[in-house]
């Protein structure tokens, strides 16, 4: 997979979490962070969530690949 490809998905989609990224392309959470800053240094990208909707803020119950949501910033 190529930048190109990450900057399409996430332009028809909006947003995504980390693991659905994780599964459409077959690869490892590090590695699409990886490319996931590539996109955020432009400006094209943002981390809208992260986890710190937990109610309690420290509770780490969740899962990271399910509470790192991306967005594509126009």
Same mark, same amino acid.
């Given at each position: &997979?190529?930048?190109? @490809?990450? +900057?399409?998905?996430? #332009? #028809? +989609? #909006? *947003?995504?979490?980390?693991? @659905?990224?994780?599964?459409?392309?077959?690869?490892?959470? @590090?590695?699409? *962070?990886? &490319?996931?800053?590539?996109?955020? $240094?432009?400006?094209?990208? *943002?981390?809208?969530?992260?986890?710190?909707? /937990? $109610? $309690?803020?420290? /509770? /780490?119950? /969740?899962?990271?690949?399910?509470?790192?949501?991306?967005?594509?910033?126009?």
């Amino acid at each position: &997979m190529i930048l190109s @490809d990450l +900057r399409g998905y996430l #332009q #028809q +989609r #909006q *947003r995504a979490t980390l693991n @659905d990224m994780v599964l459409h392309f077959h690869m490892d959470a @590090d590695a699409l *962070r990886g &490319m996931l800053g590539k996109w955020i $240094s432009k400006g094209k990208v *943002r981390l809208s969530g992260n986890g710190s909707n /937990c $109610s $309690s803020g420290n /509770c /780490c119950k /969740c899962d990271p690949l399910l509470t790192e949501i991306y967005e594509w910033v126009d």
